[in-house]
């Protein structure tokens, strides 16, 4: 059995910043004696997250209480914004509690919050191109001053009722599919929009989903490694099913038991932003032993 991992799965650079700056606070936090928390999981996956508690790392909810007793942090503790970013509000709030802020929020999705925030405050409406319920696009939106719509698929395009005056500013959740996203930009071009458009899709995530393609075209069999919730893990599962009908999502090294592996097959693996890579070549490990 021939087993290609993809030379970019797995963590991407904001998130091995980010679950770097996590673990960097919880040993300083051995010594100083001071609670680190993060403002949500600081990855989709429940191996870091659960290795993080064990160092003390917990996870405040979007109340900003402590997910698993309901309680209010003390003031002398550190607060770790994940690489998705969080909006302006929060950031105001996070501050005027004391707190002391770690702020991990990817440099990529950073230069989201700079344009939208510029581009509205000098009166254009901004179109996020995204799911709406991922963090970094309500993120992104908490950053925008004026008209605002996220659109995710055709039919939000189609109901889009922002003012057509002005050119609107578009751009788009780091982690989208690109293909979906020039889709959608003609969409609403079509719509009598007049556009400005910044491509704000990561490298890191185009280079994933061109592989994952490519690998998946060469292989009789494609393992996806990464979290259920993990939605660039979900893109990458469905980019490498269009090309290899042959293709499982697994979270652990366990999920394997359920691939059914033929001994002359070609497999490829790939992984999401989240995976670390011990995950990954334990995958690989297994799979070879098939
Ligand atoms: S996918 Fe790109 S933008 Fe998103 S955290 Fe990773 S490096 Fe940053």
């Keep these: 059995m021939k087993v290609t991992v993809a030379k970019?799965?797995?963590?991407?650079?904001?998130?091995?910043?980010?679950?770097?700056?996590?673990y960097r606070e919880a040993e300083k936090?051995?010594?100083?004696g001071r609670s680190v928390y993060t403002l949500g999981p600081v990855?989709?996956?429940e191996y870091v997250v659960d290795d993080?508690?064990?160092?003390?790392?917990?996870?405040l909810d979007e109340s900003l209480k402590i997910a698993d007793t309901g309680e209010i942090p003390e003031d002398s503790a550190v607060v770790i914004v994940r690489s998705h970013g969080i909006t302006e509000k929060m950031h105001r709030e996070l501050k005027s509690r004391g707190w002391t802020i770690a702020d991990a929020t990817c440099p990529f999705v950073q230069k989201i919050h700079k344009i939208v925030s510029e581009k509205s405050r000098a009166g254009y409406p901004v179109i996020i191109i995204g799911s709406p319920e991922h963090p970094e696009v309500q993120g992104i939106r908490g950053w925008v001053h004026g008209p605002c719509a996220v659109v995710g698929c055709r039919e939000d395009a189609e109901q889009l009722n922002l003012p057509r005056e002005k050119e609107v500013c578009v751009v788009s959740q780091t982690t989208f599919n690109f293909n979906k996203f020039q889709e959608l930009v003609e969409i609403i071009e079509s719509l009598g929009y007049h556009v400005m458009v910044t491509n704000t899709i990561c490298n890191a995530?185009?280079?994933?989903?061109?592989?994952?393609?490519?690998?998946?075209?060469?292989?009789?069999?494609?393992?996806?490694?990464?979290?259920?919730?993990?939605?660039?893990?979900?893109?990458?599962?469905?980019?490498?099913?269009?090309e290899c009908k042959d293709t499982y999502y697994i979270q652990t090294p366990d999920d394997l038991a359920a691939v059914c592996f033929h001994s002359d097959s070609c497999v490829g693996i790939t992984a999401g932003a989240s995976?670390?890579?011990?995950?990954?070549?334990?995958?690989?490990?297994?799979?070879?032993k098939n």
Excluded: W
């Design 52 to 59: 993080l508690a064990g160092k003390g790392v917990r996870i």
């Design 43 to 45: 990855i989709h996956n």
């Design 275 to 288: 995976t670390p890579n011990t995950i990954i070549q334990e995958v690989s490990l297994r799979c070879q």
């Design 29 to 32: 936090a051995a010594e100083n």
């Design 205 to 242: 995530t185009q280079e994933r989903q061109g592989e994952a393609m490519e690998l998946a075209r060469q292989s009789d069999l494609m393992i996806v490694i990464g979290g259920r919730s993990s939605s660039n893990t979900q893109k990458l599962y469905e980019i490498c099913r269009s």
């Design 8 to 22: 970019s799965a797995g963590f991407c650079f904001g998130v091995k910043r980010a679950v770097g700056m996590a």
